[in-house]
């Protein structure tokens, strides 16, 4: 005899599946006055990126008003966000960084 699947709507077995946690993009902004190389510094130390990806990553920046760096979940985008202002400020750099959800 044939066993049958039935599969059930979460309403229908109370049961609920846990949601992944949201995951957030670290975005930074160009401004006029932060150098370059101080940029491609910060994307290496932060971003875990080799140098070559880091300097096409502050070029988009440059050119394009803003890139994101990397996606985390939220404690570790928070920190990334806290620890690149903080360094930046540091050295009266205008340097932005923002985190978003998705
Ligand atoms: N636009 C800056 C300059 O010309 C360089 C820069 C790149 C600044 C990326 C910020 O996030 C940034 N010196």
């Given at each position: 005899m044939a066993t049958k699947t039935v599969e059930r709507t979460e309403a229908e077995t109370g049961e609920s599946k846990p949601k992944p946690p949201p995951l957030y993009k670290v975005r930074l902004l160009n401004d006029d006055y932060t150098p370059m190389e101080f940029v491609v510094q910060v994307i290496e130390t932060?971003?875990?990126?080799s140098r070559e990806q880091a300097l096409q990553l502050m070029l988009k920046v440059h050119n394009e008003g803003s890139a994101v760096c990397g996606v985390y979940p939220r404690d570790v985008a928070e920190t990334k966000v806290r620890q690149v202002t903080e360094k930046a400020r540091e050295h009266q750099h205008p340097l932005q960084c923002e985190m978003e959800e998705g």
């Open positions: 932060y971003f875990g990126k």
